[in-house]
Structure formats: structure tokens, C-alpha cells
């Protein structure tokens, strides 16, 4: 791209890396289309002024601003966790009680995953390594009264945060995005304003499905913003870029990896950078 | 959201019916349709292009242009064509119902050694549970055994998957387990181990007399050199007789990269495509079966035991399509 003059077979080639990228092809055509007008301006004239004025379009999508973590004025800071089954729940769930803990945050979890088999032995064995404690319940149970129990508990111990875990569901499920609603709802309840976060957990290999994921999840639950897990792969995880488009979602971290430490904010210019990389 | 393809060549056709004659030009416009299609669908970029191509080969040969419905024969060719790259239609009867294939051909004598393999969180554990249903149906004994050292509770998840399918699902075949708890470490410190506890395996296996043996493995990318190696450490020395390539059918245009490098690394003889009971169209199936080239062997369906069923291409290709 860079040290080219801009053609309109370099304009596709834009197009196709994109596309590459999961971002998907309606929001490539229209940056393609946004590329075209500018060379048709002659504002656009080689590929390294393409190559910027994309990167500054992309990066633009994700201001400063919403990439931080909302904590409560007072009492316990409530994030609720979900997403697909398998996207990386539980282990963002480690990282981000890591990363609150080095903030020096006393941190409680909530196993509200009473479904899926060794769900609640996998967050325990998290919780044994970090040193924090775990609200759990029946293997079966119900997972909404898992949460009330865990908020009393947050309030009653004075903990700075409570991180929710839940079960994967597809969105598709109705029942189960239902029942995803009833938990944001009772620890509402029992913390007003709660849960401050919901964090919605992406696989970086997310394709267009994506977009749906993202919009069912925010109906059931308001998501507040995005982890994109698995960015450590060779996945671009450009989906978050369509799903800022169509949902106006933040992404608020990425997973680079499987231990507690790897973990990162989300910085847009390096994330826009290793979307085109060959 | 997701345009359906049907309806946009009905959309190109009217545009096209109020003219005399269809050109080589229309049907090639037609073809940005599908492609657009596909792209939607999470087929891979360079696999639509070539798609496209062939089609619109097979398309102008066959004369479209003169049809008397030329936008039904266009959705026609483009849907047998997705078919011939799924793997192909199924074998029919007389009666034209599906012949019953056997998608796992069974070693006498056993036990016949099934690997899974895939990326973190594909589906392997929870379809190695269900593959052991579907063979305990079949009056199969299957040992489970849990070669992944390093997920947080993954072998206490096999087991808990091992113990329901013998006590839940119906059938005279045994379900065992085989697992080492104790050689779990935290990452990046069990790496090797798993060939220790596969060979373990293999053994207690021919002792218990188990007809198969499904070696559950640790999640990985495939851009991880140093578990793709052990991984393929693993497969020596057992030497399975099948290699399944567990991929989430939701994944994008990176499912090439990932299923290229398994396929490089353990040459594999299928793949598990899971969470198709999702709203996802599922194009990368066909990105993966042109690379690995060999056949799909299951869908994940659900995230229940029984919730696993044979591959048939011509659904997959409608559902690609939209239609
Ligand atoms: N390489 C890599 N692997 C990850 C990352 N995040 C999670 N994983 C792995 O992905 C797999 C699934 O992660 P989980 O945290 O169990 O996912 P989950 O969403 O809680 O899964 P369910 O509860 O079953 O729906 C595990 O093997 C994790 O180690 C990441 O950022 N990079
Ligand atoms: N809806 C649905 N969920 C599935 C299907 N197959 C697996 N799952 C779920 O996907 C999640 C991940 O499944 P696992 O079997 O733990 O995946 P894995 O590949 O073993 O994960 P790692 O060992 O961490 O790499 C779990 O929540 C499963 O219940 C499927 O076909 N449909
Ligand atoms: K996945
Ligand atoms: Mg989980
Ligand atoms: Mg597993």
C-alpha cells in the first residue's frame, strides 16, 4: 500500500484487506467508498494517504474516553460478564480481578455458571490462584440467585468490586437471554445501579455473526463495552470494528493470551496497525 | 440484517426482465450479488473469488441466458456448485432416501484412536462427551481421556462429561475415563505431558478392552509453535487413527489460517464444525473443507449430550446462501 499511487485496483486491494480483517462488507464498502471519493477529490492520492486516512477513520471510531471501567461511587462496583460459549469468559474474568487487584481493589466472584460441566472448579481454581474468595451454588441452580447471594455478600464484606460470571449462551436462545436480563436485574436490586460494567466477552475469530451477538447481548443486558479475547492468534478481530458501526459499542480490553497477565486497554492505533499487517 | 440471496437475484432478474435479451454482462453483475453473499457468510475472501469464477463458467455454459427463468437458474447453479465443495450430496436409495454412511470407520482389532484438535474454546471437550454417546448407541466401549494438562478443571470436565454419558445415554456400549489430575500444571508448565498420559491411555485402554479411544487435547493456536509441536508429539506416538479438527462454525476469515496450520502440523482426517445451532451462516465450513479437503464429519448442534449430528452438505449450502 505504502509508496504506491493510488488506483482503483489498490482501492480494492484496501477493500479485500479489510473484508480480510472480519469488519465485514458493508463497513468495507463504505470505507472503500469514503477512499474513492477522497481520490476522486484528488484530497486521496497515493496509497500511503489512503493508508492514513483509513487509519484515522478507524481509530476515530474509538475515542479516549469509553475505555475505562465505570466504578461506583460507593459500595461494591458490580461487572457482569457474558457472552458466547467459549468466547473466554472466565478467563477475562482472571484477568480483569488481576488487573483490579494490582489496582489494589479487594475483588469477590460470583460462580453464576451453573450449567456448563467443571464451570464453577475452573473459576475456583482462578480464584485460588489470584487470592480472592468465590460465591458459588448448586450444580443446576439457579444462576440468578447465585448473583443476589454474591451482591449481599459484597455488600456485606465491603468489597470494592463483584465480577459475574455466566454461563455461555448463544443469542439465540431466548430462555437463556432471558435469563441473563434476571440476573442484571437482581443485582440490581440488591446495588443500585448495578452492574456498573457488562462486559461482553468477543473471540478475535468472530465472523459476521458478530453483529448479532452484539445486539441481542445489549438488548438483554446493556452491554457497556467489549473484551476482545483471543487477539493473540492470527485473527484480526476486526468484527469490532462493524459491531462499533451498527451498536456504538466500546471495546474496553483485549486477551493476548491464556494466564492472567495477558491482558491490555484497548489502544486503537496498535490494534488498527496489526489489522493490516501481512 | 443478512441479505438474502434469493431476494437479491430476484431484485437483479426484475432489473433485468424489462430488457429483451440477459447479456454475459448481467449474469456477471449477478455474480457481485453472490459474492456479496458469501463474504456475509464468512467465506473466506479468495475462495468467493474463485467461486465466482467457476460459476460464472458453468453458468454462462449452461446457458442461462436462454433459460425462461434465468434468476431460479442461476440460484440452481450456484447452490449445486456450494454442494460439490461441501463434500458432495449424499448417496440416495432407490426410494431416493439418504444412504446411511458410517462417518467413523472403526479398527479390528480396537481400539481405534480418535484425537481432537483445535483452537481454545472450539468445542473439543464437550464434543469428545458426545462422540462417546454416539458410540456407546452403537453398542461401542469408548474410553475418554483427558490429554489437556493445562485448562483450569479441564480433566475434572471430561470426567464430569464421562460419568454422564454412561449414566444418561442409552445404549449397551461402557464409557470409561482416563485422567491424571495430578500432572495438571498451570500454562506453559505441562507442555509434553499430555504424550505421557496418551500413551497411559492407550495402554489402560487395550486392558479395559475399549473399542475406541477419544484423546481430549489442550486448546491451541496455531500460531503456538511449541504446543502444535506437542500436539504432533501426541500423535506419534499414539498414532491415531482419525484426527478431527474441532472449528466453531462462527468463525471468520481466519479459519483458513488456523485450519491450514492443523492440517500442516497432524493431516487430518475431518472436521467437528460446533455451535451451528447458532444464527450464523457458517461460511467458513466451506473455507475449511477446501482446505483440509477432507469431509466434515459432525455439526455440534446444542450444548447437551445428544446434540451432535452427521454433516449433510446441501443444508449447510442453502443456509450458506441465505435461502
Ligand atoms: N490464546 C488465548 N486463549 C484464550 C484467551 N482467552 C481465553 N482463552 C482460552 O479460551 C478457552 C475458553 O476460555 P473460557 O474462559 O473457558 O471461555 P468461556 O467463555 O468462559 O467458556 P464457557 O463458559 O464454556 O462458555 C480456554 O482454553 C482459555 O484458556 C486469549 O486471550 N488468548
Ligand atoms: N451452543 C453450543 N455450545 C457448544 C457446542 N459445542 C460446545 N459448546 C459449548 O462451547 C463451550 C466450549 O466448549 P469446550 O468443549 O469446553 O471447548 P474446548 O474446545 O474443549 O475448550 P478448550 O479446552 O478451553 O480449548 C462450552 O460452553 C460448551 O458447552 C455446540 O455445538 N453448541
Ligand atoms: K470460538
Ligand atoms: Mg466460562
Ligand atoms: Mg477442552
Redesign the interface.
Given at each position: 500500500l505504502v509508496g504506491k499511487a493510488l488506483s482503483a485496483e489498490l482501492i480494492r486491494e484496501i477493500e479485500k484487506l479489510l473484508i480480510q480483517a472480519d469488519v465485514g462488507v458493508k463497513t468495507a464498502i463504505e470505507l472503500r467508498k469514503d477512499i474513492q471519493a477522497g481520490w476522486e477529490r484528488s484530497e486521496i492520492t497515493t496509497g500511503t494517504d489512503a493508508w492514513e486516512f483509513l487509519k484515522s477513520q478507524l481509530i476515530a471510531y474509538f475515542p479516549d474516553e469509553d475505555r475505562q471501567i465505570h466504578f461506583a461511587e460507593s459500595g461494591p462496583t458490580v461487572i457482569l460478564v457474558a457472552g458466547i460459549n467459549g468466547a473466554g469468559k472466565t478467563t477475562s474474568i482472571a484477568k480483569i480481578t488481576k488487573s483490579l487487584r494490582d489496582e489494589g481493589k479487594t475483588v469477590l466472584l460470583a460462580a453464576c455458571d451453573t450449567f456448563r460441566a467443571a464451570a464453577v472448579e475452573q473459576l475456583e481454581i482462578w480464584s485460588d490462584r489470584l487470592g480472592v474468595e468465590v460465591v458459588k451454588g448448586k450444580q443446576g441452580g439457579d444462576p440468578a440467585a447465585v448473583a443476589f447471594d454474591a451482591a449481599d455478600a459484597a455488600v456485606a464484606r465491603g468489597v470494592d468490586c463483584l465480577v459475574i460470571d455466566t454461563a455461555g449462551r448463544l443469542h439465540t436462545q431466548e430462555h437463556l437471554m432471558r435469563q441473563l436480563t434476571k440476573i442484571k436485574n437482581v443485582v440490581g436490586k440488591k446495588i443500585p445501579g448495578a452492574p456498573h460494567e457488562t462486559i461482553l466477552v468477543i473471540d478475535a475469530t468472530t465472523g459476521q455473526n458478530g453483529i448479532n451477538q452484539a445486539k441481542i447481548f445489549t438488548q438483554a443486558s446493556d452491554v457497556s463495552g467489549i473484551f476482545l479475547s483471543k487477539l493473540d492468534g492470527s485473527a484480526r478481530g476486526g468484527i469490532v470494528i462493524a459491531i462499533r458501526e451498527e451498536l456504538n459499542l466500546p471495546v474496553k480490553f483485549i486477551g493476548v493470551g491464556e494466564t492472567p497477565d495477558d491482558v491490555q486497554p484497548f489502544d486503537p492505533p496498535s490494534f488498527v496497525e496489526a489489522m493490516f499487517v501481512e | 440484517?443478512?441479505g438474502n440471496l434469493s431476494e437479491k437475484f430476484e431484485g437483479v432478474m426484475r432489473k433485468l426482465s424489462g430488457q429483451a435479451t440477459i447479456s454475459e454482462g448481467n449474469v456477471r453483475e449477478s455474480m457481485d450479488e453472490v459474492r456479496?453473499a458469501l463474504?456475509?457468510?464468512?467465506v473466506?475472501?479468495e475462495v468467493a473469488e474463485a467461486f465466482c469464477e467457476t460459476v460464472l463458467t458453468e453458468a454462462l455454459g449452461e446457458s442461462v441466458l436462454k433459460s425462461v427463468e434465468p434468476g431460479q437458474q442461476m440460484i440452481k447453479i450456484v447452490h449445486d456448485e456450494l454442494v460439490k465443495l461441501l463434500g458432495g450430496e449424499e448417496a440416495m436409495d432407490d426410494e431416493g432416501r439418504p444412504i446411511e454412511r458410517e462417518p467413523i470407520m472403526y479398527v479390528q482389532p480396537g481400539p481405534t484412536i480418535i484425537m481432537m484438535s483445535g483452537?481454545?474454546?472450539?468445542?473439543k471437550t464437550t464434543t469428545c462427551?458426545k462422540l462417546a454417546g454416539y458410540m456407546k448407541k452403537r453398542g461401542k466401549n469408548v474410553m475418554l481421556a483427558a490429554c489437556d494438562l493445562?485448562?483450569?478443571?479441564?480433566v475434572?470436565?471430561?470426567e464430569?462429561?464421562a460419568n454422564?454419558v454412561e449414566q444418561e445415554v442409552e445404549g449397551s456400549g461402557k464409557v470409561m475415563f482416563h485422567g491424571e489430575p495430578e500432572k495438571c500444571a498451570?500454562?506453559g508448565q505441562a507442555v509434553g505431558v499430555a504424550v505421557q498420559v496418551a500413551n497411559r491411555a492407550l495402554e489402560s485402554a487395550k486392558l479395559q478392552g475399549a473399542d475406541v479411544l477419544i484423546l481430549d487435547t489442550a486448546g491451541r493456536?496455531?500460531?503456538n509453535d511449541e504446543l502444535m509441536g506437542e500436539l504432533r508429539q501426541v500423535s506419534n506416538a499414539v498414532n491415531p487413527h482419525q484426527i478431527y479438527l474441532v472449528i466453531?462454525a462462527?468463525?471468520?476469515?481466519?479459519?483458513v489460517?488456523?485450519a491450514k496450520a492443523f492440517h500442516a502440523q497432524l493431516e487430518l482426517d475431518g472436521v467437528v464444525l460446533t455451535?451451528f445451532?447458532?444464527?450464523?451462516?457458517g461460511?467458513?465450513a466451506l473455507t475449511v473443507k477446501k482446505i483440509v479437503g477432507e469431509p466434515i464429519k459432525f455439526i455440534g448442534v446444542g450444548?447437551k449430550l445428544d446434540a451432535l449430528e452427521e454433516f449433510h452438505a446441501s443444508r449447510i449450502a442453502s443456509r450458506i446462501l441465505g435461502m
Open positions: - | 440484517m443478512l456479496e463474504l456475509e457468510a464468512d473466506h475472501y483452537l481454545q474454546g472450539s468445542g462427551g493445562q485448562r483450569p478443571a479441564a475434572t470436565q471430561l464430569v462429561l454422564q498451570e500454562y493456536l496455531h500460531v466453531d462462527m468463525t471468520g476469515q481466519d479459519a489460517n488456523s455451535k445451532d447458532s444464527d450464523t451462516r461460511g467458513a450444548e
